[in-house]
């Protein structure tokens, strides 16, 4: 038996011009992610209305897939790239006016606009490429397009992680809401310009490749002269159940991508690194993203695509499960592991569910599957409103969050078990998952003293360009308290909590130099404020860590070797024990 081509060679480069698209869209969503913790600092914005940056990035597609769709069904595949492209340009050159005015609003409807766009390309590039070869390939010819979508939002994180986020003066502040407005004015102009930039320049190169792709021959072979009437398709379309399963599905996998990519800095902002340093580890997530998106698609050349689907669901619920119930770097490792499994989900199952429609259907039913993506609309600020909360049953807030990604990755496992006639398989998986959630509500009631306890966890050193020590890295205190008064709101102003009075600060260190026969107590200190770890004001007893990020040169003394006595304050003034840390090396440079 003669072996088909995943790409017919005349096919070869009209495939490989619209696979370039797919990183264009990758490059505006990973850009954007971060924008969520950019915005709630630069504005002072709850973590739930920031979020809404993402109800109106993804509630574009939902607006426009449909009427993409439409217009493909009208015209043709290219017509629909090139005013895809058109709206893309106009949303980001948006931007512009919408710095200038300084207005949340007003970048959220730019944003909205330049998803019109996302949402005409995405309905557009995906079936044209399922189109482009034989049937039995395209699933897999889909998963290698979609493989180029995560190099360019490598490219959007590095460019946001790079360009925007390292140099926001208002994530450099250290008590930015506790500024003068004239002083938060001005942060907040230069902010607002350093998001504008990429933004425009993005909007630029937009419309070079628009210019680019009206002078390509792109032949498009749909037969639109014979199609059936519009209401007789969506009509087959609503009775073809492995498709509607497919729609609910992708609505439930791309709310749980972007709640994993949005919110990944916020976890690692609660272990002490900064928005720059947790946009690293987003980074981190998109290359095993890559790498699982390509190994899947050699995979799937032997493996069904569909036991693949299960296989990956089940370990993206272990991840998450990681996230949720360790409260250090092991969570945010399990975090980041996520998006390795999440990587062949998206175009499986588009590919899965399109499988054995008619070319008429095809259209209407990639509108379906992109208009799915307003998941990521829906569920960002459900998250963030949870993170708002601070402590849920005693564990930090952004832990517990990840409970509906979690759910979301039980609703695609249990599309890959129905793909595969294997739905009854849930009889085993569904005690399991009643096992785990009883031990997530069973355990231990937390009863500890209402005097803070601490201990000392660590030092975590950070690294210079020259990967050579430095004196700055991020302190661990383990705390546990029974009435759960830890930390202090932006409100506190006022005695004893106000700028010069004696419990301006909660975190209490002192500072020991090595002068090379002892440690000898110094002048300095090193003491700081910490933000308020639960919400609400009844008492409930907390455990966790704290994450500080400090620099402990002191320009005085040419010292390399110090030792820090540290203590904690709760809001009713009561001080906790005293740790000592091990000694602490670094370089002087």
């Not at 001005?186 to 490749?209: A, F, K």
């Not at 032949?219 to 969506?234: C, K, N, S, V, Y």
């Not at 231990?444 to 210079?464: H, R, S, W």
Request: with cysteine.
């Amino acid at each position: 038996m003669e072996k088909k081509p995943l790409v017919p060679k005349k096919l070869l480069l009209p495939f490989i011009v619209v696979t370039s698209l797919f990183a264009l869209w990758g490059f505006a969503n990973d850009i954007t992610n971060p924008l969520v913790a950019a915005f709630g600092t630069i504005l002072e914005l709850p973590a739930r209305r920031a979020a809404l940056i993402q109800f109106a990035f993804y509630g574009g597609y939902a607006t426009m897939a449909f009427p993409a769709a439409l217009y493909v069904r009208k015209h043709n595949y290219k017509q629909g790239i090139l005013l895809g492209l058109a709206l893309y340009a106009v949303g980001a050159l948006l931007f512009f006016p919408a710095a200038q005015y300084g207005l949340f609003s007003f970048f959220l409807i730019a944003l909205y606009i330049l998803t019109f766009g996302l949402a005409f390309l995405e309905t557009t590039a995906n079936p044209f490429i399922l189109s482009m070869g034989d049937a039995d390939n395209a699933t897999r010819r889909l998963n290698l397009s979609q493989s180029f979508n995560p190099i360019g939002s490598l490219l959007g994180m590095l460019v946001a992680s790079q360009v925007i986020l390292s140099a926001l003066q208002s994530d450099k502040v250290a008590d930015y809401a506790t500024l003068d407005a004239t002083t938060k004015a001005s942060i907040r102009t230069n902010d607002l310009l350093v998001i504008r930039n990429p933004y425009v320049i993005l909007g630029l190169v937009v419309i070079v490749l628009f210019v680019v792709m009206a002078c390509i021959k792109i032949e498009d072979h749909t037969d639109r002269t014979h199609q059936a009437p519009l209401g007789q398709t969506f009509r087959r379309l609503l009775h073809n159940r492995p498709y509607c399963f497919g729609v609910i599905a992708q609505v439930f996998y791309v709310g749980a991508q972007i709640m994993v990519w949005t919110f990944i800095i916020h976890y690692a902002e609660r272990l002490g690194y900064t928005k720059t340093q947790g946009q690293y580890f987003n980074m981190i997530a998109m290359g095993l993203f890559v790498v699982g998106r390509f190994t899947s698609t050699l995979l799937m050349k032997t493996v069904n695509p569909r036991k693949m689907l299960v296989i990956f669901s089940l370990g993206a619920m272990a991840c998450s499960l990681g996230a949720i119930f360790f409260q250090n770097n092991m969570g945010l490792y399990c975090l980041i592991g996520i998006s390795a499994f999440m990587s062949l989900m998206f175009p499986t199952i588009y590919g899965i569910a399109l499988e054995g429609l008619s070319g008429e259907e095809v259209t209407l039913g990639a509108a379906g599957l992109v208009e799915a993506i307003v998941g990521g609309a829906l569920m960002p600020p459900l998250q963030g409103a949870i993170i708002d909360l601070g402590t849920v049953a005693g564990m930090p807030a952004v832990n517990v969050s990840f409970a509906l990604p979690f759910l979301c990755f039980t609703v695609v496992l249990c599309y890959g078990l129905y793909t595969l006639g294997q739905l009854k398989k849930l009889k085993t998986v569904a005690p399991l998952l009643a096992v785990v959630l009883a031990l997530s509500s069973c355990q231990e009631k937390l009863d500890f003293p209402i005097e803070p306890q601490i201990t000392y966890e660590g030092f975590q050193y950070l690294m210079d360009a020259d990967s050579t020590l430095t004196g700055e890295g991020i302190l661990s205190i383990g705390y546990t308290d029974g009435d759960g008064d830890l930390g202090l709101d932006d409100a506190d102003t006022t005695y004893p909590f106000g700028l010069g009075d004696p419990f301006y600060y909660n975190l209490l260190i002192d500072y020991f130099r090595w002068d090379g026969s002892q440690f000898v107590a110094d002048t300095i200190h090193f003491n700081a404020r910490f933000k308020r770890l639960t919400a609400g004001e009844d008492p409930q007893s907390i455990l966790g860590t704290i994450n500080y990020r400090m620099m402990l040169r002191n320009p005085l003394h040419p010292d390399d070797t110090v030792q820090l006595q540290i203590r904690i304050v709760d809001r009713a003034q009561h001080i906790s024990n005293t740790v000592t840390t091990e000694p602490i090396h670094f370089n002087r440079q």
